[in-house]
């Protein structure tokens, strides 16, 4: 069964240092998204991607977060420099969602194993 | 946006059946409704999601009424292997289409045996 690739899976890092995180989305998969999970709370959208175009980084903290996806396959979020209130799993879903398919498709996203990311 | 609002916490044992209730008062018209699944240290996975009435798969069933405004996820026969954290998502359209979903915190299922 195809997955969604993350890479790191763990990362520590000072803070104001850069950190990056990569995602490779299931192939096939036009939209891609990456959210940030604080302990104890559900998943917060960051940015979301439609092939290599952002159609929603609203909840971005563009001051210090970016986000790519230059071929519109894999993805970068890159942080720098972190804060110690940065520190959270990173996950990165994808799905087949587009503006010409049905819209229920895009509720069905598929997520990887995410990036642990601690700022000390 | 719709909001949604599901339990903190449930507990249960193993073999009984499940039903985790979830309202959206504010659900629009176009909206769906979504539950993932969520084990520690990974990503949320997609269960379930329907429009009206009743759907079931092979993992749940979920039960929507007419006005729409609540939704319940029903479990069969849970295992220790269902204690996770469950969310009840109600999709929203504000980007010209493109869906957005919003995450709460969702319920916390432990599974005793």
């Known amino acids: 069964e195809a997955e969604v690739a993350q890479s790191p899976r763990y990362k520590i890092t000072e803070k104001s240092q850069a950190v990056a995180f990569w995602c490779d989305p299931i192939?096939?998969?036009?939209?891609l998204y990456w959210y940030r999970q604080i302990l104890g709370q559900g998943p917060e959208l960051l940015v979301q991607?439609?092939?290599?175009?952002?159609?929603?980084d609203s909840q971005l903290p563009k001051d210090r977060f970016s986000a790519e996806r230059l071929k519109g396959v894999d993805s970068t979020l890159k942080i720098q420099p972190a804060e110690l209130g940065d520190s959270a799993m990173y996950l990165c879903?994808?799905?087949?969602?587009?503006?010409?398919?049905?819209?229920?498709?895009?509720?069905?996203?598929?997520f990887g194993p995410g990036t642990r990311l601690t700022v000390t | 946006l719709a909001k949604t609002t599901q339990p903190i916490s449930m507990d249960s044992y193993e073999g009984q059946e499940v039903n985790i209730t979830c309202s959206h008062n504010?659900?629009?018209?176009?909206?769906?409704i979504t539950w993932y699944q969520q084990f520690p240290s990974q990503g949320p996975r997609f269960i379930i999601q329907?429009?009206?009435t009743k759907v079931t798969n092979e993992v749940a069933s979920l039960f929507i009424p007419a006005d729409r405004k609540s939704s319940t996820l029903s479990l069969p026969r849970v295992s220790l292997s269902d204690t996770a954290v469950y969310y009840c998502?109600?999709?929203?359209?504000?980007?010209?289409?493109?869906?957005?979903?919003?995450f709460g915190a969702g319920t916390r299922l432990a599974v005793h045996p």
């Open positions: 879903a994808s799905s087949l969602a587009a503006k010409d398919r049905p819209p229920e498709r895009s509720y069905e996203q598929y």
């Open positions: 192939s096939g998969h036009a939209t």
């Open positions: 991607f439609q092939d290599e175009s952002v159609v929603d």
């Open positions: 504010n659900i629009a018209t176009n909206d769906y």
């Open positions: 329907g429009y009206k």
């Open positions: 998502l109600v999709g929203d359209t504000p980007y010209g289409g493109y869906n957005k979903l919003i």
